[in-house]
């Protein structure tokens, strides 16, 4: 029985010792995120300098310089994905960050309290990341026949929606806590 308890203590040990191997992904994702950060600024800045030096028809510029400013949007939201993933991971696995908890500072947005919670709120960071990509791809469209206008419609409509579902006071939680109710009563 001692023998029992020994080797118990020394597999729980081994196994909660492992959490720390996810300091793996939260010091990459760190590192990613000053990556992303630095490209998204070297895009708005591009944007800048062709904003400075533009010659010729405005309108190829101003779609030009959107598309460079939406395309830095889109890197620092991506960056912002990985800073919400590092913080989210470490205070589950590791530790919770005390100064973050000191001096009564109020960031609710990187509070993790479960595994559930991260992936909310990484799902409407990666939803914003997508409406950002579609709308620099969008700006790259030409409509040519009134089918691809209906379809364009369409997808901004599908984009709304997923945007209204995402929001914490919308009738989505409602929704899915009516079938979850109806599903236990049968």
């Known amino acids: 029985m001692r023998r029992q308890r020994k080797l118990e203590q020394i597999v729980e040990g081994l196994l909660w010792s492992v959490r720390f191997l996810t300091i793996v992904p939260v010091f ?16 708005i800045i591009h944007a800048v300098s ?10 190829k510029y101003t ?9 830095g949007i ?28 000191s001096e009564n500072q109020e ?10 919670q991260l992936k ?10 997508l409406v950002v990509g579609f709308f620099k791809r969008v700006m790259e469209i030409e409509i040519e026949q009134p089918l691809e206008l209906l379809y364009f419609a369409m997808s901004i409509l599908l984009i709304a929606a997923s945007g ?7 009738g989505s939680k409602k929704l899915l806590n009516v079938d979850r109710v109806s599903q236990e009563e049968h």
């Open 50 to 59: 062709e904003f400075l030096h533009f010659e010729g028809n405005p309108e």
């Open 74 to 101: 889109d890197l620092y939201l991506m960056g912002v994905v990985l800073i919400l993933f590092s913080f989210g991971i470490y205070e589950l696995f590791i530790s919770k960050i005390d100064i973050a908890r």
């Open 63 to 71: 779609i030009e310089i959107m598309k460079d400013i939406i395309g």
């Open 120 to 129: 909310d709120k990484l799902l409407k960071v990666i939803v914003m990341v």
């Open 28 to 43: 990459f994702g760190i590192i990613s995120t000053i990556v992303l950060f630095a490209i998204g600024s070297w895009e």
């Open 164 to 170: 209204y579902f995402l929001h914490p006071s919308s």
């Open 107 to 116: 960031i609710k947005i990187l509070e993790i309290k479960s595994l559930e």
